[in-house]
């Protein structure tokens, strides 16, 4: 129930292209849904966070879509470029106590 | 500059030993977490303090140890009972506890066994 599944473990994409990451979970309490970006050797930093009231949240490039009844989030990452190149973590959190649960990460490489 | 600074960067354990690890944050937020990161799996979290004088065990407390008697310090200690201490640990703080405030991250320190 506490589980936050992400797919796939690795993606490679052309420059430009669109880069998706999905991630589905089961604790229906969850209602805090942050996608973090981290470089090798640093620390993941916050890219953009979604609430289960909406169903979409785009910020630039990025977009989360998400799907309540099926318990899914997706990170869409548009016009892919090669600085995006890093690991990406989906986490949830419930219940008003910021304890989020995080996937286990994409590996992103964005190829010239 | 606000942030989070995690210090060493690189640290070797001998056998038993704890070694202590550093977190400082100068955002004034209440709440801070140290997360423990290995290869192909997610942050796990391992302890979380709300407020000062108070701390919670996360999900893999065990081999593990904290204080928060600064709003802005709070270390985590790797005691010798911690079997498998090789990992990359992240510190991270957040306004309060509610879970609609970002979590902002340190750098992290590498922890590896000699």
């Known amino acids: 129930q506490q589980q936050v599944k992400q797919s796939p473990q690795s993606l490679i994409v052309q420059k430009g292209g669109i880069s998706i990451i999905n991630c589905a979970y089961e604790?229906?309490?969850?209602?805090?849904f942050p996608w973090y970006q981290q470089f090798p050797g640093k620390g993941p930093a916050l890219l953009i966070a979604?609430?289960?009231?909406?169903s979409e949240k785009k910020e630039g490039r990025f977009t989360i879509s998400f799907n309540k009844s099926a318990k899914q989030f997706s990170l869409h990452i548009m016009d892919s470029q090669p600085g995006d190149s890093a690991t990406y973590f989906c986490?949830?959190?419930?219940?008003?106590?910021?304890?989020?649960?995080f996937g286990a990460g994409t590996r992103l490489a964005v190829h010239p | 500059d606000g942030g989070i600074t995690q210090s060493p960067k690189y640290l070797f354990r001998k056998e038993g030993q704890n070694v202590t690890l550093s977190c400082e944050q100068n955002?004034?937020?209440?709440?801070m977490y140290w997360y423990r990161q290995d290869p192909g799996q997610g942050l796990r979290l391992i302890y979380y303090?709300?407020?000062?004088?108070?701390?919670q065990k996360g999900d893999i407390a065990e081999g593990y140890s904290v204080s928060r008697e600064k709003k802005e310090s709070f270390p985590l200690t790797v005691t010798s009972a911690q079997k498998n201490p090789t990992a990359f640990y992240l510190c991270?703080?957040?306004?309060?506890?509610?879970?609609?405030?970002?979590?902002?991250f340190g750098d992290g320190t590498r922890l590896s066994i000699l």
């Open positions: 604790n229906t309490a969850f209602d805090y």
């Open positions: 955002l004034n937020h209440d709440a």
């Open positions: 303090s709300q407020i000062v004088n108070d701390f």
């Open positions: 986490a949830a959190s419930k219940g008003g106590y910021n304890k989020l649960i």
């Open positions: 991270a703080s957040s306004i309060d506890s509610n879970s609609n405030q970002p979590q902002h």
């Open positions: 979604i609430r289960p009231d909406v």
